[in-house]
């Protein structure tokens, strides 16, 4: 044994979920809509023929995982930069180095940019020649959406795959594997682990693999072995390592819960439609799922009695996302009470129903009226068509009688005003207006 040879010890230092990183395509965990056997990310990766792509989603979803096993299974030379870290001479070097290995051994080269959105346009143009040219086959991993923060040309240079967060499924399958690996994982430990404990590093986790392997990690390095000399980790620890109180009702209870919390917000019951939030979220739910069914109610229930309602409850779910746990329950509070206290009409929806099932089902062979299209590069007639369309702003109010539905629908009614709320509004300037519905 070589005395100074320390990988084993360094292998051993790096965290669980680096450890359990997968180095093949058999092996790697989740995203099956995009690696299912078959795919064409599958196939190019097998057959090295991938060319430049972004890999965007959320943490611990497999972005750089799967980048480190195109790694392991392409023929050509692999360069990995991350975009906080590096400037324009270090993608200089890099294109140097893909350009020599083309010339000198007709190697292909993969340049991985984790957070490659932190790019900014200076370092883009630097490497843009060589994705154009192929002397690099670029692999950009983020977890921001490229197309509102990367340069677009080299987006539209690349294929865009999003990840999703991983089911609950397949982060247990994940931890269960680490438990029973010896080599990479903490199978060393023979640690017995409740299945509850699992489940709940799995359930809070949220799609995030590297959440999860860091909190079993924890909860197994750090619970004390047992009077018979067993390793036990319970629920309270798993609790303890993920900081997040373990669901304390069922699946049902908790569609229940959720249930009751959104029928609360459509009855005005903000006594009830609070406590129902608090349950749901003190007993483990992420707040954002609370905060998400309300946005949603907020335009299904109250809609345009009080369209300020959407605003707020909208603010209040941006609000929690940036400010985060406990703080971020006071807007959202404020929010519920908003949304229950507020005049409620379901015109909006029924008239987008009504209109979503005519779009599907009415035949219309005569298409949208003729002053109404784009005429812009039409013949003579077109042109004629284009005089006949009224331009409200040149009529008292800025309105006037036209017809602006097809024909099959020209005396369709979709919206109704209730006369709640904000809608008496909406009733007065339509009558101020003199229309006839």
């Not at 093949?24 to 995203?31: K, R, S, V, Y």
């Not at 400037?87 to 020599?100: I, M």
């Not at 089911?167 to 990479?184: F, M, P, Q, T, W």
């Amino acid at each position: 044994m070589d005395l100074f040879d320390f990988s084993s010890d360094k292998e051993s230092a790096k965290p669980l979920a680096e450890r359990m990183r997968a180095d093949n395509l058999d092996d790697f965990i989740g995203q099956k809509h995009i690696v299912a056997e078959g795919s064409l990310l599958r196939r190019a990766i097998s057959l090295d023929r991938l060319g430049s792509c972004i890999f965007y989603g959320p943490p611990g979803t497999g972005k750089t995982t799967l980048a480190n096993v195109i790694a392991n299974t392409t023929h050509g030379e692999f360069i990995k930069l991350n975009a906080v870290q590096s400037g324009v001479a270090d993608v200089k070097e890099a294109v140097k180095r893909a350009e020599d290995n083309l010339k000198m051994f007709g190697k292909r080269t993969y340049l991985l940019l984790d957070e490659c959105h932190r790019f900014n346009k200076t370092q883009s143009d630097s490497l843009l020649p060589a994705i154009e040219q192929g002397t690099i086959i670029f692999i950009g991993s983020t977890t921001e959406n490229p197309y509102a923060s990367m340069t677009p040309a080299i987006v539209s240079r690349c294929r865009v795959f999003k990840f999703l967060p991983l089911s609950e499924e397949d982060v247990k399958g994940a931890l269960y594997k680490a438990l029973s690996n010896e080599k990479r994982g903490l199978g060393v430990y023979k640690a017995e682990v409740e299945e509850e404990a699992v489940a709940h590093i799995a359930r809070m986790a949220g799609g995030d693999l590297r959440t999860a392997y860091n909190a079993l990690e924890l909860a197994v390095l750090t619970t004390p072995v047992s009077a018979d000399g067993v390793l036990r980790v319970r629920l309270s620890d798993a609790e303890q390592s993920i900081q997040r109180k373990a669901l304390s009702y069922n699946e049902d209870d908790f569609y229940d819960y959720l249930s009751a919390f959104c029928k609360s917000l459509r009855g005005s019951d903000s006594n009830a439609a609070l406590y129902y939030a608090m349950r749901l979220i003190e007993g483990g739910c992420d707040p954002l799922i609370v905060a998400r069914r309300l946005v949603v109610h907020s335009a299904e229930d109250v809609g345009m009695a009080d369209p300020r309602a959407l605003q707020i409850a909208t603010s209040a779910m941006y609000a929690f996302e940036k400010i985060g746990y406990p703080e971020g329950l006071i807007p959202l509070s404020e929010a519920i009470i908003y949304v229950c206290e507020a005049p409620k009409s379901n015109s909006a929806i029924s008239a987008m129903e009504e209109a979503k099932r005519d779009a599907v089902t009415v035949r219309d062979d005569m298409g949208v009226p003729a002053y109404l299209r784009d005429n812009s590069y039409g013949d003579s007639k077109d042109k004629q068509n284009s005089r006949l369309y009224k331009y409200p702003h040149d009529f008292p109010q800025g309105f006037v009688e036209q017809q602006y539905l097809p024909d099959a629908l020209k005396d369709k009614i979709y919206y109704i005003p209730k006369g709640i709320g904000y809608e008496k509004t909406v009733e007065e300037i339509r009558k101020l207006k003199g229309k006839k519905k």
